[in-house]
């Protein structure tokens, strides 16, 4: 069974910093590309960094320069480094893990709240 399990969510003052981890199953970790998206009320939810395995990088361009996605590969653990936070990054940001190929397949945590204050 297939497990996303998200941490490191919380309340920062403007300018202050969070780090989000994204613990997940080994079956998938390895041939997965990892994401992390954000969803505010009223609002379809969108991706804000991406990392896929073989190490390629995007981002949302809101929060380039300011957040950073990485993949620890032995840890089966992706990570939200974010710092310079905004009021407009409160959202509940999700992990995902996308599976191409002949067997697509995608997952995503529960979700953890990330509020910013000014």
């Known amino acids: 069974q297939v497990q996303l399990v998200e941490s490191g969510g919380g309340m920062v003052q403007s300018g202050g910093s969070l780090r989000l981890e994204c613990a997940a199953s080994?079956?998938?970790?390895?041939?997965?590309?990892m994401g992390w998206y954000r969803q505010v009320p009223g609002k379809q939810r969108e991706l804000v960094a991406g990392i896929s395995s073989s190490g390629k990088l995007n981002y949302e361009d809101s929060v380039k320069g300011r957040f950073t996605i990485s993949r620890d590969n032995a840890k089966n653990t992706v990570y939200l480094q974010m710092n310079s936070l905004k009021p407009e990054d409160t959202a509940v940001y999700y992990c995902n893990a996308r599976i191409g190929g002949t067997n697509k397949r995608e997952y995503w945590g529960q979700g953890t709240q990330v509020t910013v204050s000014s």
């Open positions: 080994k079956i998938i970790f390895g041939i997965a590309t």
